[in-house]
């Protein structure tokens, strides 16, 4: 056998193991948060909803309308038919961008959420990955003209389109987000630093003003800073959160013996749930939660280097970006490293726009797999 027959051999082996590792990674993150939802929310349910077990079956159902989106964008839908009807995912989001204005309710002063049955679905978490459909379409068809201007108009306009709605629904986060996730798959074009650093200095200008227009975003930013030297001075949230994360120690409590879910700490459930891990299994559990998502992110990396098409590449770039974006984010804001902002944490809070849409994005990334296998 010779060393180049040898080599792609082995190539194609680890190829072959990408999709199996993804859901098997997956599964598990999902499964353990199974079992700290069923810890932590049965007090606030029976509070709620008379019931200690109304947060647990919704969850489990949106759990399972995640797996038949993640069944029907892994196995049913090849991932290059998405560069074909990009236009149409992009409008279809766009448009749903404007329901909760005129169908939803608002949630602390803001229109993010519309209500389908027993599910609050947020029309942002669509505009997640439709925004990275469209600029992966774009860098596949014009990566050789990434540093010309007059060609990166149309996608600077989707962009611009997206995020003024956002905005109007109060979701400056969001809008960060997909910022980050665009700059990271123009970056890995190959754009010219000059532009980057041109575009971060205007976000940073117009995130600046945002935050000023509004007393609450310069309050967390206040407070940010202040618990960044003095974790005395931090929101009630993340005080709440590092009392966990103290209490819980090297090993933990043990499961279920979780204090702060006694209505001690807010959210506990959506975007402070990786305190409620630390409290119960300690350093120990909540360095392998984060050992999962850096698997998690080493085979995403992996199916990119081993995808055959530049769209394909693009599009499990900016997959990967905004779910390991979301999980960092998750994780600092609860040890007071990043502003409070709500972030669920993939696939472990409660939430169903979060679950749905990740799940679905998972599935993109293993049907890219899988076509990636079949080539071989």
């Known amino acids: 056998m010779s060393?180049?027959?040898?080599?792609?051999?082995?190539?194609?082996?680890?190829?072959?193991?990408?999709?199996?590792?993804?859901?098997?990674?997956?599964?598990?993150?999902i499964v353990i948060g199974i079992i700290t939802i069923c810890s932590c929310t049965p007090i606030m349910s029976q509070i709620r909803y008379g019931s200690p077990y109304k947060f647990i079956i919704k969850h489990l159902l949106f759990i399972f309308i995640g797996i038949l989106t993640?069944?029907?964008?892994?196995?049913?839908?090849?991932?290059?038919?998405?560069?074909?009807?990009?236009?149409?995912?992009?409008?279809?989001?766009?448009?749903?961008?404007?329901?909760?204005?005129?169908?939803?309710?608002?949630?602390?002063?803001?229109h993010r959420w519309i209500s389908l049955g027993p599910?609050?679905?947020?029309?942002?978490?669509?505009?997640?990955?439709?925004?990275?459909?469209?600029?992966?379409?774009?860098?596949?068809?014009?990566?050789?003209?990434?540093?010309?201007?007059?060609?990166?108009?149309?996608?600077?306009?989707?962009?611009?389109?997206?995020i003024t709605v956002i905005l109007c629904q109060k979701d400056l986060g969001t809008v960060i987000l997909l910022a980050l996730v665009c700059m990271a798959m123009f970056f890995v074009a190959g754009i010219n630093f000059k532009k980057i650093f041109a575009v971060i200095a205007v976000l940073v200008s117009s995130a600046t003003v945002l935050i000023i227009m509004y007393p609450y975003r310069l309050q967390r930013i206040i407070d940010f800073k202040k618990a960044f030297f003095d974790v005395s001075a931090a929101s009630y949230n993340v005080k709440a959160a590092m009392v966990a994360f103290?209490?819980?120690?090297?090993?933990?409590?043990?499961?279920?013996?979780?204090?702060?879910?006694?209505?001690?700490?807010?959210?506990?459930?959506?975007?402070?749930?990786?305190?409620?891990?630390g409290e119960e299994y300690g350093f120990l559990g909540t360095t392998f939660i984060i050992f999962l998502f850096i698997?998690?992110?080493?085979?995403?990396?992996?199916?990119?280097?081993?995808?055959?098409?530049?769209f394909g590449k693009y599009l499990s770039l900016g997959i990967t970006v905004i779910i390991i974006s979301q999980?960092?984010?998750?994780?600092?804001?609860?040890i007071s490293l990043f502003p409070a902002k709500g972030f669920p944490l993939p696939f472990i809070s409660y939430g169903g726009s979060s679950m749905i849409i990740s799940c679905l994005m998972v599935g993109i990334l293993f049907n890219i797999a899988r076509s990636n296998n079949s080539q071989l």
């Open 119 to 162: 599910i609050n679905f947020q029309p942002s978490e669509f505009a997640k990955i439709a925004i990275i459909i469209v600029m992966a379409d774009f860098l596949s068809r014009r990566q050789k003209e990434i540093n010309d201007i007059k060609y990166n108009i149309m996608p600077a306009l989707y962009f611009l389109l997206f």
């Open 295 to 310: 698997i998690f992110m080493n085979v995403a990396l992996s199916i990119n280097k081993n995808c055959k098409d530049q």
């Open 327 to 334: 999980v960092l984010v998750n994780m600092a804001m609860t």
């Open 246 to 277: 103290g209490s819980g120690g090297f090993n933990g409590k043990g499961p279920g013996q979780s204090e702060m879910k006694l209505l001690h700490l807010p959210e506990m459930h959506t975007d402070f749930i990786f305190p409620i891990i």
């Open 3 to 29: 060393k180049q027959s040898f080599i792609s051999n082995n190539t194609n082996k680890e190829t072959n193991k990408d999709h199996i590792v993804l859901i098997s990674i997956v599964s598990l993150i």
């Open 70 to 110: 993640f069944l029907i964008t892994g196995f049913l839908i090849n991932y290059k038919k998405y560069q074909k009807f990009n236009k149409l995912i992009y409008w279809t989001s766009f448009i749903t961008l404007f329901l909760p204005f005129v169908f939803g309710h608002a949630q602390k002063g803001a």
